[in-house]
């Protein structure tokens, strides 16, 4: 047997043959003199130590964690399989998948098509991410236009694989560039928009011929408006069974958190109308039961439809002359917003939203417009 220690916890690796205890010699470990066929267990013996050996340096060389059990692996190309980031990067998204877990799948698959094409295709060794390769790839996609959510979101995935990469021994954790490369620099402070009660009843008001596609972006809008900024995600999932006594109950995707919502007149003109059209146990004809039974095949559905959503907001947009971006964030922003000019308390509109803090829901009420903060401030002068 081949032993390695690691931490005092010994790996054994078979050699593949054995022999009497008579024939062997414990002092030198090799076998003794009287061995019948002593050369040949000699060279069996060498050539598997150089076989050991010739890992151990390869990963030494590439600066790489020693892993025992991978390193006595019968199969030789194991050390080497996770070295590269391109390697990993794919088996961590496949191991995603496998765990229906599609969407994050994606997140993984986009910053490898931007590191790839960073790279000319031209794989590499984790210990080449360093402080300057991260700076030079910032450069890069600011040179493509790339958005600045769209950098935090390559860096911050990058980051969680490299993590991964250290706990699963491919790369030292004395390497880890992200300690003096700054994700949180990257502005990711987007112009939060709230509608106003005028562009919104523009948006109520416009006539659509009824079963387009169009027409179907502005209902999805208007019915996440008046259910606290639902999302097409859960709007996608949400079944007849989640209406009970005029309530909607769900739980939100992305945060787990269970909602009641009583359904207000708009919203529940809504659900009557996908009522009489209805071919499924989905209120909103975008999931089928039989078409988009697995993981990968809801995300995708769900992601085409996302785009023909937000393509025909976008037209909405111009036909009712909305100054700005329609998307559904938009619409969970100015409910929130429209509640707080009503004179609703934050610490309120923040357990509607099932918020952790009031500071998290504060973010969606920061951006009000300049002259509602100077009537605010001019408030001051009548105290």
């Not at 911050?156 to 490369?181: C, D, M, S, W």
């Not at 909103?284 to 697995?294: G, M, N, R, V």
Request: some cysteine.
């Amino acid at each position: 047997m081949i032993r390695m220690i690691q931490d005092r916890k010994p790996t054994y690796k078979s050699v593949g043959i054995s022999c009497k205890k008579e024939w062997w010699d414990d002092i030198n470990n090799r076998p003794h003199k009287r061995h019948p066929n002593r050369i040949e267990v000699d060279i069996l013996i060498n050539r598997k130590l150089q076989e050991v050996n010739t890992k151990i340096l390869s990963l030494k060389n590439e600066d790489l964690e020693l892993n025992p059990e991978q390193i006595l692996s019968s199969n030789q190309k194991t050390p080497h399989l996770k070295t590269t980031v391109f390697h990993f990067f794919t088996e961590t998204t496949e191991r995603l998948i496998k765990s229906n877990r599609v969407g994050n799948a994606n997140v993984f698959k986009d910053a490898q098509r931007a590191l790839e094409k960073y790279r000319n295709q031209k794989d590499m060794t984790f210990r080449a991410i360093d402080l300057v390769f991260l700076n030079h790839f910032e450069e890069h996609l600011r040179e493509r236009n790339v958005t600045e959510n769209s950098i935090s979101v390559y860096m911050r995935t990058l980051r969680a694989l490299y993590n991964k990469a250290i706990i699963e021994g491919v790369v030292k954790k004395e390497h880890y560039p992200f300690g003096q490369y700054k994700i949180s620099k990257l502005n990711t402070k987007t112009r939060k928009r709230a509608l106003s009660k005028e562009d919104l009843n523009k948006l109520l008001e416009l006539g659509i011929e009824k079963e387009s596609k169009l027409f179907l972006a502005q209902q999805y809008f208007i019915f996440s408006f008046y259910t606290m900024g639902t999302n097409l995600v859960d709007m996608a999932h949400l079944k007849w069974s989640n209406i009970e006594n005029g309530r909607l109950m769900y739980i939100r995707a992305k945060t787990g958190k269970h909602y009641n919502i009583k359904l207000l007149p708009p919203a529940q003109i809504i659900i009557d109308y996908f009522k009489q059209i209805a071919t499924s146990e989905y209120i909103f004809p975008i999931l089928h039961p039989t078409k988009h039974s697995t993981a990968t095949q809801i995300d995708n559905r769900i992601t085409k439809i996302s785009k023909e959503v937000n393509k025909g907001l976008k037209k909405i947009a111009l036909l009712c002359e909305i100054e700005g971006i329609l998307t559904f964030y938009v619409a969970r922003h100015s409910w929130a917003t429209m509640l707080k000019r009503n004179g609703i308390s934050t610490s309120i509109i923040s357990e509607a939203m099932k918020h952790d803090t009031e500071r998290t829901t504060q973010v969606y009420l920061d951006s009000f417009n300049n002259d509602i903060l100077d009537l605010a401030n001019e408030s001051l002068l009548n105290s």
